[in-house]
């Protein structure tokens, strides 16, 4: 990924958002700023959802995945709708998937497609069916099979 640090400091020293912001420290690789800043902000954050998976991701590029699971699974607790849940969900299948735990991550996938499809998002069911293919493919090359490892529903 290729980042361009200057915009990104002037973003941080102009008016951003506080969510944003912690979005923002957390590319640089001022990882400990973004966590500190980004707890500290927790409790009064307008979007806590927003905010838990951003701390999640950030936990997820230093490979906490137990710290990761811990933000996810609050961040699930705060779902309203199935295209609020199908949204962390799909940041769960990416943290299984970066865990190289593909069958757990595929069954994310799915379930966020199809809480998409029910919400009536049918591109992003199909991206999410996509990343599903894609977890079982290389679950299956893993397993030495060299295709899918099982038949998406």
Not at 11 to 39: F, H, K, N, Q, S
Not at 68 to 93: F, N
Request: with cysteine; charged share 30%.
């Amino acid at each position: 990924m290729a980042i361009n640090r200057q915009a990104v400091e002037a973003a941080l020293g102009g008016e951003c958002p506080p969510v944003e912001r912690i979005r923002y420290l957390a590319l640089p690789g001022r990882v400990t700023e973004a966590l500190d800043e980004g707890y500290k902000l927790l409790p009064t954050a307008p979007d806590r959802r927003e905010l838990l998976l951003i701390l999640a991701q950030v936990h997820q590029r230093q490979h906490r995945w137990h710290d990761a699971a811990v933000l996810h699974e609050k961040a699930i607790r705060t779902v309203r709708s199935p295209d609020e849940e199908a949204y962390v969900r799909h940041h769960i299948g990416r943290r299984l998937f970066d865990e190289a735990r593909f069958r757990a991550a595929a069954d994310e996938f799915q379930w966020a497609a199809d809480l998409y499809r029910v919400a009536g998002h049918p591109g992003l069911a199909e991206e999410n069916r996509q990343a599903m293919r894609h977890a079982l493919q290389v679950h299956g090359n893993e397993r030495g099979l060299g295709r899918l490892a099982f038949e998406p529903s």
